[in-house]
């Protein structure tokens, strides 16, 4: 064979093989094609099984819902009431095997966990096996503290039942349940498991899909529940359905396995092998013409130098790709740099943010607090008047039975030694003078709780700034008394006499007070100081500007934190004691809110002295800046 023909075959046979392996690619790709398309289809079906299978789990949870309302609104319910109205829900959710009420036996209070004797269980079916709730509930009791809002849904303990049941658990709360909401008792639902699976339809198959379920618990132990292990391992398709306790995975796999048997891939492979022979002996043809060839030829080398002149034109692209991914990485850095500076005032931000939520709730709760007491120790207060009167009238009137008949009968006279008459008309004045000094005592502290939250007064106001120290320290007087390791607190009040009223924020500039004498405190109680002594001082510096000081003859504060304390995050104090924000957010609201300064003067082993200076007379912030309010920190 000359070279003529030989040529031409070559090219032909290398044609064929590169056509084969390109055939076999397109074959793998179409095979990938419909292997996906028959997964997604399997995927859709296992998706509608498991919505069925939540459906079902849902369906038994919420029958065990309509409960509460019937226990709130009717008050605690009877075990024939309990009974009745959970007979006639379990007849509309038949996989319901049992319903429970857990309360405690004081109405209005927690379920104890620990003292069994103080619950009340209502259970239907009434031989329904209550220690297995019980144990299981208090296993998960610091789950519900978390987990209110949602309920909980855990596994039977094995010991109570040979069968595969669950227990979920829906919370009472008076009203909507949240994490702080008190908890009234918890309904518990048992519902069993083959009951579910048959709700969702896993149980009545096709033969064309095979079905399994495995669970993995929340100890790392798993356990098939349904179906055959070896689904899961040919390539399944799998869902998942997280519980609380646990997840399930659902699995799904074609009988016959993922053999694709398709007329469309039979009609590509044909064409294949139609195409591979046409090209064959089409180059054949076209490499055995010379004149193609010497065509060909010239145009690789034309093709040659063209690829020469793009390959110089990539490489001066690439250097200029170089300089640009320089630039661009600089960019980069100062991006990041600028992102960085802006994620820490973000988070500061959200710190104080936070921090004025909690402010906000806790004044409220002051206030309420504050109301509710201010009533009734009103009414004793003033009742305590009449019943001086009316007491001092009987012991007139008893002494004056003394004197008009001194002595008395025997049945009398027994009943007056049984009573101790005598200690009683001695003691009964003190009794009433006590009772009066202690009212008078809740009296000012409520007034010291109001005067100190404000929370009518976040807009400015004109106050007496003494009123509000006075108020701050009043609350704080529980850490200022002595102990025995610790001695008793000096308060010095060195008030101007002349100060006028002051416009300003008055629950924020009481915030700042309340961090600064804090501060102080602390630092008094850590350094074991023997004489411990604050001085508050507020002094007039001319008719628009006033000052105070807050001075403790403390161990001061290190040189090297000086330039810090101010700064958010920056504490001097024992992981979790200290957040870091106190000395910052009081900061903000004398400098920004108020328009003054607050400055620290201190050296170590000399006390510390804060010198707050506002004006007396302000001017409203505008309201972008006025959108965090301070709340009491500690640095």
Not at 125 to 139: C, F, G, I, M, S
Not at 360 to 383: D, K, M, R
Request: charged share 20%.
């Amino acid at each position: 064979m000359n070279r003529s023909m030989i040529v031409p075959a070559l090219a032909a046979a290398a044609f064929t093989l590169l056509s084969s392996v390109a055939a076999w690619v397109v074959d793998d790709i179409a095979r990938d094609r419909f292997v996906g398309e028959a997964r997604s289809s399997l995927l859709a079906r296992l998706s509608a099984k498991r919505a069925r299978l939540e459906s079902a789990l849902n369906a038994r949870i919420q029958t065990a819902q309509g409960i509460i309302p019937y226990e709130l609104n009717a008050g605690p319910l009877s075990q024939g009431q309990f009974s009745a109205f959970v007979r006639s829900l379990m007849q509309q959710q038949q996989g319901v095997i049992a319903v429970l009420l857990v309360r405690s036996a004081q109405p209005g209070q927690p379920p104890p966990l620990n003292d069994p004797q103080a619950l009340q269980i209502l259970a239907y079916p009434p031989n329904t096996e209550t220690q297995a709730v019980l144990d299981d509930y208090r296993q998960q009791q610091q789950r519900f503290k978390r987990l209110i809002p949602s309920g909980l849904i855990s596994r039977m303990p094995q010991p109570y039942t040979n069968r595969a049941r669950y227990l979920g658990y829906i919370p009472v709360c008076d009203g909507r349940c949240s994490s702080r909401s008190p908890l009234l008792g918890m309904v518990v639902v048992i519902f069993d498991e083959l009951a579910l699976l048959a709700d969702a339809d896993l149980l009545n198959n096709d033969n064309s899909t095979e079905y399994a379920i495995y669970e993995h618990g929340a100890n790392g132990v798993g356990r098939l529940l349904f179906g055959s292990a070896t689904v899961f391992d040919r390539d399944p398709v799998i869902l998942e359905i997280p519980l609380l306790t646990g997840r399930w995975q659902l699995a799904a796999v074609p009988t016959q396995g993922w053999t694709v048997v398709s007329t469309s891939m039979l009609w590509l492979r044909v064409g294949e092998v139609v195409a591979i022979v046409l090209g064959t002996v089409l180059t054949f043809l076209l490499v055995r013409q010379p004149m193609r060839l010497r065509v060909a030829i010239a145009q690789t080398r034309e093709t040659n130098r063209l690829l020469r002149e793009e390959i110089l034109d990539r490489q001066l692209a690439e250097a200029k790709l170089q300089s640009l991914a320089e630039q661009l990485e600089q960019r980069v850095l100062e991006r990041t740099a600028e992102l960085s500076k802006a994620l820490e005032q973000v988070q500061k931000a959200q710190v104080q943010v936070v921090q004025s939520e909690k402010m906000s709730s806790l004044g409220q709760l002051v206030a309420g607090v504050a109301h509710e007491i201010n009533n009734p120790i009103n009414f004793i207060y003033g009742n305590l008047g009449h019943a001086k009167e009316y007491i001092h009238g009987l012991l007139g009137f008893l002494e004056l039975l003394h004197q008009e008949q001194p002595e008395l009968s025997p049945t009398l006279t027994a009943y007056a030694e049984a009573i101790d008459l005598e200690f009683l008309e001695a003691d009964l004045p003190q009794l009433l003078k006590s009772m009066e000094i202690g009212s008078e005592r809740i009296c000012g502290i409520v007034q010291s709780l109001r005067i100190f939250s404000r929370l009518d007064e976040s807009d400015l106001k004109r106050v007496d700034i003494h009123e509000g120290i006075d108020s701050t320290l009043t609350i704080l007087n529980h850490r200022l008394k002595g102990s025995e390791t610790q001695p008793a607190i000096i308060i010095h009040r060195e008030y101007d006499p002349a100060m006028p009223s002051v416009e300003c924020y008055a629950g924020q500039l009481n915030q700042v007070f309340m961090n600064l004498l804090v501060n102080a405190i602390d630092a008094l109680e850590e350094s074991g100081t023997l004489d411990p002594q604050i001085t508050i001082a507020t002094a007039l510096l001319d008719p628009n500007q006033l000052q105070i000081r807050i001075i403790d003859n403390g161990p001061g504060i290190a040189t090297a934190a000086q330039s810090k304390i101010f700064d958010a995050f920056f504490t001097t104090k024992p992981v979790g004691k200290g957040t870091g924000m106190g000395l910052s957010i009081s900061y903000q609201v004398v400098a920004d809110r108020h328009k003054g300064s607050l400055e620290c003067v201190t050296e170590p082993g000399q006390g510390a002295t804060f010198v707050i200076t506002i004006p007396i007379e302000q001017r409203p912030v505008p309201a972008a800046s006025a959108a965090i309010d301070p709340a009491p920190l500690t640095t």
